[in-house]
């Protein structure tokens, strides 16, 4: 099939940037679309014009590296595919597809595709994890977590970390990827010692780092590709709530 | 050279626990004064990283992922074995042990293996109480399954996503460190060359992959831990940024090259659809539990599998393998497959598949119950392929998976150059020449969470942090010049052909001649074939852009000058290995049964190579390998 591809061209972070069309004439249809900009940018090289940069890595739709927009949504037209698992044969023939990067204050665009999410790692480190000193873990069966728990846990874990909820999201906000850290932990056993402090310590960092709030629109759980339920932004409030009225926020201590 | 294994004397259950006392400490107050450089954030780094911070030595990761978090280790789906034995099934340290030895061919060194099954408990417990979400039974107990042709439960999991669990586990310890300080983590950051001087690892130098800027980065001891070299073969199921370059730096460097012929190749891979074909995605092997796999009896046969009857369709493995049937350990399931492609039987486009089919398990079963085992693998195929496995037999055929060689590594994880560490794939491993299924994420985090920690302060404790090299220092500033050379060379050259078409050219090249099955013939072909493959590289690549700028070209370009190297030991390592053994198979040496046959009377050893410069033969070591406790014998599934 043939398409033509408006695709976002920004020589660096610095630069304004603009959309170039690329007519693409012998797209197959079990490529995935970014075997498709793969064709394109061996062209392009060949051309002595510059390849289109983006993210990607495993593109088995797991580690989160790649996403864009495609045509106005996140990771493109499939429900719970990111961009790398989606495949040409849900275009048609003759469809002008624009192509340009997750937008966001946060996550500025480091050139064409390619953003930086660095952002997300910092809210990570601001509370996102379980503080556990290697060598000191009880035998692993001595804590009982009853399977609903555990599951309930996995679904929130599943996040990717891709940005695709804050790219969808009108405030651009992250709180659909905070919540998923602080439910996985929150839910567990063993995340409860630290677990008000987790919920303070990441908001406050999303708040800093200039990601918005969230006022209920839906778009991040519709546009996530692991299919992250907006409930546990509910869970994320209540955690913080419970801190805002019960703890002080304490700074992050090594013993 | 000599190479010393550094095994410790005495029985093999008390080994680690002597070597373990017998290590020198470092000082609790000093710690902080030694620096440790860890490059790659899969779960050996990563848990590596996490682990030292806390004891307290200042420790700087680097990866070129955007994210610590997206490491390869995050796309593993089956599981992580240890001998836990909560199923009762009579699993224990030592049957582990034995299970790896023995499904390594015996290519693997026995102190290092029991060690590793000594430590397995260990590791659950730690990712339990980081919080990994392990499935669990309805008691609140953990799940457990059986897997990879093992006779007892022992694989722990998360879904189908287990490795993305555990490295998000190792991950968030990590970012805690950073968050008090201890570590850092350098995204976006490729080390492009190792910095040694007397003898001993110093440093690396680094490329930030945004602005292009080379550094230097000097430390006290040096941990690679990159992952292994399958994108060698341009299609793999590894990442597309998987590359073998902090390796091949290392071992241009002085650092040895062990077993680069043992490759693993896994079975059930989703076949190639077309030349734009970038990566293979894997099918979880459980599918092999329930499906049939099968092909047509008639060469070049093209109907639709649902008109093929039942009489002329040919179940060659379990025709040929009554026993196992479907369930032949990988390189036998993968050897089979190619030949009857090679036969002219295979399906799908090109004729490079086999079905595997359920048609018989929804019968039997219930399409209800195939749901709920293989749902989310269903779902996977049919996205890729537009083909739905509940009404058609899938195809599959096999791909490359993972590489059991890597850089040679003591007891201590310490190659032959001084305080040079190398951990999980990388090194070549307590695998042999095979992996069992759900083995990988368990040396990862062995050797990085319970292995490296201790014996890294043995290194450590030799040296003083007060003789550590300037980063200004002339060792430093000469590998920069060439570093920048390099990249200048790769992009003035201004040629004719992209890196991806030389990348692929010697990937089939490599999968033709050094794959599944491997001859004198097509190995000495291959040795011919990549010399002149790299020159026309040198002489015709084009990489656009600049040095100084994001350029993906340029990454790449310096990735694949790397693997058209090391593409030649690996053949030359498979041409001087005259046995087959795990995934390394030359045709010239199997049983009448077309099995694989060990020679171990002459190649009972781990062969390190000694570079001594692109254009010259390297230097083989051996490693003699001793079995006192597993006594080889011949693999048969009959």
Redesign the interface.
Known sequence: MKLTLRIWRQ??PRDKGKFVAYPVDDV?????F???L??LN?RL??K????V?F???????????CGFMVSGVAHGPQKL?TAC?L?M?HFKDGETVVVEPFRARALPV??DL?I???A??AI??????????????????A?????PV??R??DA??C??CGACIAACPNASAMLFTAAKVS??GL?P??QPERRQRALRMVAKMNELGFGGCSNHGECEAACPKGISIDFIARLNRDYLSGSLFEKPEP?S?V | MQLNSKVPSGPIQGKWEKHRFDMKLVNPANKRRYKVIIVGTGLAGASAGASLAQMGYEVDCFCFQDSARRAHSIAAQGGINAAKNYQNDGDSVYRLFYDTVKGGDFRAREANVYRLAEISASIIDQCVALGVPFAREYSGYLANRSFGGTQVSRTFYARGQTGQQLLLGAYSALSREVALGRAKVNTRSEMVDLVVQGGRARGIIVRDLVTGELTAHSADAVVLATGGYSNVFYLSTNAKGCNATAIWRAHRKGALFANPCFTQIHPTCIPVAGEHQSKLTLMSESLRNDGRIWVPKKKGDTRPAAQIPEAERDYYLERKYPAFGNLVPRDVASRNAKEVCDGGRGVGPGGLGVYLDFAEAIGRLGENVIRERYGNLFEMYDRITAEDPYRQPMRIYPAIHYAMGGLWVDYNLMSNLEGLHVVGEANFSDHGANRLGASALMQGLADGYFVLPYTIGDTLARVSPADRLKPDHPAFTEALDEAKERGRRLLGINGKRTVDSFHRELGKLLWDNCGMARSKESLTEALARIPQIREEFWANVKVPGGASELNQSLEQAGRVADFMELAELLCRDALTREESCGGHFRVEHQTEEGEAQRDDANFSHAAAWEFTGADTAPILHKEPLEFEYVHPAQRSYK
């Open positions: 020589d660096g197959a249809e079990d490529m995935s970014l075997e498709m793969d064709v061996e090289t060949l002595g014009e510059r390849p940069a993210d990607s890595d495993c593109r088995e739709g797991i580690c989160g590296a595919t698992q495949f044969r480091l050139k390619i930086d999410r660095s997300l790692d990570v480190q601001a509370g996102g994890f379980i503080s556990a000193r290697t060598g000191s873990a009880p035998e692993a069966n804590m009982l977590i009853a399977k555990a599951d846990s996995m874990a599943a990717i970390g996985h932990l567990l063993q995340g992050l090594s």
